[in-house]
């Protein structure tokens, strides 16, 4: 069963809640963290990975990207997904 929370003006609605991030696609820009208020995101070095091929990436100069590293803080606002630039973002209802 979904989460299921309303706005104020009490129509309801299923959040859906930030679960990974695309990290072939992200390109580190930070515009999700910025309107994050939460403590759901953080930016990792790319370099710490050492499943990750460059020559998959979109952006092969990207030295970081953005990953979900407490996703029991996400409120389902749902604004990380609006304002990334690569679609990077999967949501999942609770
Ligand atoms: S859905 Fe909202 S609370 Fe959750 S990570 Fe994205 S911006 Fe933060
Ligand atoms: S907005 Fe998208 S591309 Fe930019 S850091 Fe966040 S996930 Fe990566």
């Given at each position: 069963?979904?989460?299921t929370?309303?706005?104020?003006?009490?129509?309801?609605?299923t959040?859906?809640?930030?679960?990974?991030?695309?990290?072939k696609?992200?390109?580190?820009c930070g515009?999700c963290?910025?309107?994050?208020v939460?403590?759901?995101?953080t930016?990792?070095?790319?370099?710490?990975?050492?499943?990750?091929?460059?020559?998959d990436w979109d952006?092969?100069?990207?030295?970081?990207?953005m990953?979900?590293?407490?996703?029991g803080?996400?409120?389902?606002?749902?604004?990380?997904?609006?304002t990334?630039?690569?679609?990077c973002?999967?949501?999942v209802a609770a």
């Amino acid at each position: 069963m979904s989460a299921t929370a309303v706005t104020r003006g009490g129509t309801p609605y299923t959040p859906t809640y930030a679960e990974s991030i695309d990290p072939k696609k992200c390109i580190g820009c930070g515009r999700c963290y910025k309107v994050c208020v939460r403590d759901v995101l953080t930016l990792v070095d790319r370099g710490d990975d050492d499943d990750m091929d460059e020559d998959d990436w979109d952006d092969e100069d990207a030295k970081a990207m953005m990953t979900v590293k407490n996703p029991g803080d996400c409120t389902g606002c749902g604004a990380c997904g609006r304002t990334c630039p690569k679609g990077c973002f999967t949501f999942v209802a609770a």
